[in-house]
């Protein structure tokens, strides 16, 4: 067979501007498996996974104001210490609890939350649905994006990319906010916990399925004019790296089945086409759990919107499955003026409330802070950090180890010089992927064992002279060269990716982390070969940190050898040598080294914070730190050494 000509990794880059079709499953049992994998990458691409602990809201309810048949306050409360959540509640008069609640994100109307027309009421308003559910008999909860209204800490903007590697955006902040404001619902004595609803359009749609999904206490949802798959948002606060890898809106709003969903679309924006494309497939998605009469959809002839029509079937069906009066028709209403409904209308915080960038501090530093009281102290206590962390690890690279027999052999090519060798391509089944190597088998007896040798510029930097594959070829081992993904002879054959579409990382993993993946593919690859009983991995340069990360995910390594490349601990060393969002957040190199475990780890060439840092001496057994270079002679030791 020979090698494909092409790798859809490099020809196809996803955006969120392209058509993406909603994958269809077999069975119940294959879409739950889906589930709760994608539920994880939520939390995981929202720097959520593992879940940050629920700090006190200390929550402020005042400004009340009574209008016929509802009451609005004014709220603010800390959805973790140092950051608030802000908005305005509005209750039912003359109604006995227990009360249905709903949670109301708002869009990016540039009023937002407060966002109204009052010469038309057929127009959006936030506040007339608040109003016209608190009516119905609901208590209803808008709050602000974050840099909306009375949200004043940060800006709604991007977060400076390298917060990204701590898993710190909008994503995190606005997801966060959403959970918190659910917490503070049903904190709310008159709250019934079994009848939450929640609903936005637009930028709030994308907060509604997002919260829906990973969230089984909303237990009705209606995402307005944004569930599509041929758009999926274009603000930072609906794109977070890693969000939307192998998937679309469509399904991420299908995780709330069986709970009711409700898809409102209009015919002039990109849910145009709901009720012949994405409503049947939310369906197909539902139906395998029994649920297909759960969701259900409409279309009106209308612009991008949440205008009166979308918020009459929106009380109807939330009046069908919450219990609540909807009307037949939407009755007229009278919004409070914008800063009669403000938290702070003067626009200054509470006092020892900061603002900007010593936000996003101190929110590094409480997640900091967790890590280090989960961090293990002695080998013994790796198997429950890999429980508590394990999974977030896994999909913040991004990577999937294949299964045993999961590797297929594409190609191989006899070659005589420099030295006798089989050029391979093989990939992971059912993928387009194409992975690059040579294997060199040792003359006369062999040891049983194999090294997978990786460079950033793939397999021909080992053939330059009397090198560590020279070395391991005399001590009886099967070696392999890797071109791994955009290096070497991979590079040379698919060229480069180019990833000039917006939220590049919010589709498509990372050159890192393909990287890594195609360690992981090259190490399982090496096992299924015939005599081969331990697989080592030896790094050096920035492929020294695809080895590590890869034996981390990877527990049949016998051996690592990762070459840190001087990394000094700054973040622009990182963002240079190992972008990969959200890495820093879990621990980094510290973290893959024990995860790595049972495999020997040596782990060298650090400088400045990083080498004073580098102390691990409940784990020598396991694992040694070098802040020097180690030479090959050291390598090949390493690796070749009995335990």
């Not at 994100?105 to 939350?113: D, I, L, M, Q, S």
């Not at 089944?429 to 990786?454: H, I, K, W, Y």
Request: proline share 6%; hydrophobic share 40%; net charge positive.
């Amino acid at each position: 067979m020979e090698i494909p000509f092409r790798d859809e990794r490099v020809t196809t880059v996803r955006h969120g501007e392209m058509h993406l079709p909603t994958h269809s499953y077999a069975s119940r049992q294959q879409w739950e498996e889906r589930v709760r994998w994608l539920r994880e990458q939520i939390l995981s691409s929202a720097g959520l996974l593992p879940l940050p602990p629920k700090t006190p809201l200390r929550a402020r309810i005042f400004g009340r104001i009574e209008r016929e048949g509802y009451s609005v306050e004014k709220v603010y409360f800390e959805s973790f210490p140092g950051f608030l959540v802000t908005g305005n509640l509005y209750r039912p008069l003359g109604r006995k609890p227990p009360l249905a609640a709903v949670l109301c994100p708002h869009g990016h109307h540039p009023e937002g939350r407060l966002g109204n027309d009052p010469s038309d009421n057929s127009k959006d308003s936030m506040p007339g649905s608040c109003i016209n559910m608190a009516r119905q008999g609901y208590i209803a909860f808008s709050y602000d994006m974050v840099g909306y209204n009375d949200s004043l800490q940060l800006t709604h903007q991007r977060i400076a990319q390298e917060w990204e590697l701590w898993g710190i955006h909008m994503v995190r902040l606005q997801l966060w906010n959403s959970i918190r404001s659910l917490d503070f619902l049903l904190s709310l004595k008159e709250v019934d916990k079994g009848r939450i609803g929640c609903t936005g359009a637009s930028g709030g749609g994308t907060q509604t399925f997002l919260l829906t999904a990973v969230d089984p206490r909303v237990t009705a949802s209606a995402p307005v004019c944004m569930v599509s798959a041929h758009y999926q948002g274009g603000c930072f606060c609906e794109n977070a790296p890693g969000l939307r890898l192998d998937t679309n809106n469509v399904e991420i709003a299908a995780l709330g089945a069986p709970r009711p969903l409700i898809l409102v679309s209009a015919t002039g924006d990109w849910t145009k086409n709901t009720m012949e494309e994405e409503y049947p497939a939310a369906r197909a998605l539902y139906a395998l759990l029994g649920a297909e009469t759960r969701v259900s959809a409409v279309r009106y002839d209308a612009g991008h919107n949440y205008n009166r029509a979308s918020r009459e079937a929106v009380y109807a069906y939330f009046g069908k499955w919450l219990g609540g009066e909807a009307p037949s028709s939407e009755p007229p209403f009278t919004v409070e003026p914008a800063e009669a409904l403000r938290v702070f209308p003067d626009g200054n915080l509470p006092a020892g409330y900061a603002r900007g960038d010593a936000v996003l501090e101190s929110l590094r530093q409480q997640d900091a802070e967790l890590l280090r009281a989960r961090f293990p102290r002695s080998v013994q206590g790796i198997p429950a950090f890999r429980r508590w962390i394990g999974s977030a690890w896994m999909h913040t690279l991004a990577v999937e180890p294949p299964s045993s027999g999961g590797v297929e052999l594409l190609h191989e090519q006899s070659v005589s010089e420099p030295l006798p060798h089989r050029h391979v391509a093989f990939r992971r089944r059912n993928t387009a992927e194409v992975v690059l190597g040579a294997l060199f088998q040792p003359e006369g007896r062999r040891s049983g064992r194999a090294v997978l040798l990786v460079h950033p510029e793939g397999g021909a930097h080992w053939l330059r002279g009397e090198t560590l594959l020279h070395r391991l070829l005399s001590a009886g081992h099967t070696v392999m060269t890797l071109d791994a993904f955009g290096t070497g002879e991979h590079l040379r054959r698919y060229g480069k990716r180019e990833m000039k579409v917006n939220f590049a990382e919010t589709f498509n993993r990372t050159d890192a982390q393909w990287q890594v993946q195609d360690v992981l593919t090259a190490l399982a690859f090496l096992r299924s070969m015939r005599g081969v009983r331990r697989v080592a991995v030896i790094g050096v340069e920035r492929a020294g940190w695809w080895a590590l990360l890869a034996a981390s995910c990877d527990r049949r390594v016998d051996a690592v050898v990762a070459d840190l490349n001087g990394c000094d601990g700054t973040n622009a060393f990182y963002m240079r040598n190992v972008w990969i969002p959200g890495i820093r957040r879990l621990g980094d190199w510290m973290t893959a080294a024990l995860l790595a475990y049972p495999a020997r780890v040596l782990v060298h060439h650090l400088s400045g914070e990083e080498a004073r840092r580098a102390v691990l001496s409940p784990f020598a057994s396991v694992v040694s730190v070098v802040p020097s270079p180690v030479s090959e002679v050291e390598a090949l030791h390493w690796v070749t050494r009995s335990r």
